[in-house]
């Protein structure tokens, strides 16, 4: 399912500079430590994938606070994210300067009722969509990665998305690390 570029094809994308996304990335591109970025892609999902799929239900839904959300609802805010950042690059990487709006991630976490849903369907969903994302990004060439739009009121460049997709997914897995396997 994830076919990760051959060393003709692949290219090193270097870490995006400051300035080239919002402060509030920080935490997101700064999570993200290795040099090939489509490797780590396909390795953070394994990681996050053998995480959440060796624990049990009680846990899966367990809630650390009031308020606060499940693994389910973790996992599903991920795959959320992911595809809003997919989004956001391709349109930036077709040149649209459309302004695009950011979402709000609690009625987004609301709405998919993630707590319903079977840990291994969720899973399936993140590999998809880890797919997706690294094919897209696999066919931009290098230029497109120094693209940029608008989001959530910020400027961001391509390559800055990609980044904060990888660091996104970790910061939550460090999340779930802390916050729930006590």
Do not use: C
């Not at 899966?60 to 693994?71: D, P």
């Amino acid at each position: 399912m994830f076919i990760l570029p051959n060393q003709q094809n692949r290219q090193m994308i270097s870490r995006p500079p400051s300035g080239s996304y919002p402060a509030s990335m920080n935490t997101y591109i700064e999570s993200v430590k290795g040099d090939n970025i489509f490797e780590e892609l396909l390795s953070s999902y394994m990681e996050t994938m053998e995480l959440v799929t060796s624990l049990d239900p009680e846990t899966l839904h367990y809630r650390y606070a009031e308020g606060k959300w499940t693994i389910l609802d973790i996992l599903q805010h991920i795959i959320d994210t992911e595809r809003i950042f997919n989004y956001r690059a391709l349109r930036f990487a077709r040149k649209d300067r459309t302004i695009l709006h950011g979402f709000e991630q609690d009625e987004y976490v609301t709405a998919a009722q993630a707590t319903l849903r079977d840990v291994n369907d969720l899973v399936r969903e993140l590999s998809l969509v880890r797919a997706n994302t690294i094919e897209l990004f696999k066919s931009f060439r290098p230029e497109i990665f120094d693209f940029e739009g608008i989001a959530n009121a910020n400027t961001i460049t391509v390559k800055a998305i990609l980044f904060a997709i990888l660091g996104h997914e970790i910061h939550h897995r460090i999340i779930i690390e802390k916050r729930y396997l006590i």
